[in-house]
């Protein structure tokens, strides 16, 4: 096992296996955002208070869920690239950024139309809400850091170094419905006491989850394997590659 990612950090490697993993993952992100999207808004009920205004919620929580897991693989691979100077994982960690952007955006523009019927509001400085767009501007500035650094090799230091700090960010929009009196509802898919969500949501909620992490990894492999290209370009296997 420890020889196959070994091996896994070879660029060419790296680009011969991943391109066996896109198709197939794709075809079940297909499969799993159809079957969660029906679900979630065809089969399940109405919710008791919110009615049906409550199924924004099967983008809103995987995309904030995504925004929070997508930012934790690009400070740890930022983590090994500092340690281990490893290519890959800086091209990993680079590729990870307007993903977990995207994600966090998302996730603040559904949960903002989510809050206007049930807060009265599409913004509140809410301890959930201000930490969540901490994280948009950590993945912008991260991004901006990268850009603004000509020698990429300092570049890719100083922006692992900012996602590394960010981290403390994560635990806070975990826990800020715990740790303070919020507007944002608590955690009811890890309860197993009242109130937890209902099986009949939770199940296109998880299938909703489990497309939104198979499109990261897809999309991932692509962005990584297009960098790979662009830096690997005066390597003999990339040339090939490039010559198809």
Avoid at 7 to 34: E, G, N, Q
Avoid at 36 to 49: C, F, K, S
Avoid at 183 to 195: A, I, M, R, S, W
Avoid at 214 to 222: A, G, M, N, P
Wanted: glycine share 4%.
């Amino acid at each position: 096992m420890w020889q196959f990612f070994h091996k896994l950090a070879s660029p060419k490697f790296f680009y011969d296996f991943s391109s066996r993993l896109i198709f197939w993952l794709a075809i079940v992100t297909i499969i799993l955002m159809a079957s969660g999207l029906y679900m979630g808004l065809v089969e399940a009920p109405p919710d008791y208070q919110q009615k049906d205004s409550y199924r924004i919620m099967f983008i809103h929580v995987p995309a904030a869920w995504m925004s929070m897991f997508v930012y934790m693989v690009m400070a740890i691979t930022g983590a090994i690239n500092l340690i281990w100077r490893i290519k890959l994982a800086d091209i990993i960690s680079m590729s990870c950024a307007p993903l977990g952007a995207s994600f966090t955006f998302l996730a603040l523009v559904t949960g903002s139309i989510w809050g206007k019927p049930m807060w009265g509001t599409w913004w509140v400085w809410d301890a959930r809400l201000t930490s969540e767009l901490i994280l948009l501007f950590l993945y912008l500035g991260y991004m901006a850091l990268r850009a603004s650094i000509e020698d990429k090799t300092n570049a890719s230091r100083a922006a692992a170094v900012l996602a590394l700090v960010g981290v403390v960010n994560i635990p806070i929009i975990h826990y800020s419905v715990e740790w303070w009196n919020t507007l944002h509802q608590g955690p009811t898919v890890t309860k197993f006491d009242k109130p937890s969500i209902h099986t009949s949501m939770l199940i296109p909620l998880l299938l909703m989850a489990f497309a939104f992490k198979t499109y990261f990894v897809s999309v991932l492999l692509v962005r990584t394997r297009t960098e790979l290209l662009v830096r690997e370009f005066r390597s003999s296997w990339a040339r090939k590659e490039l010559s198809k």
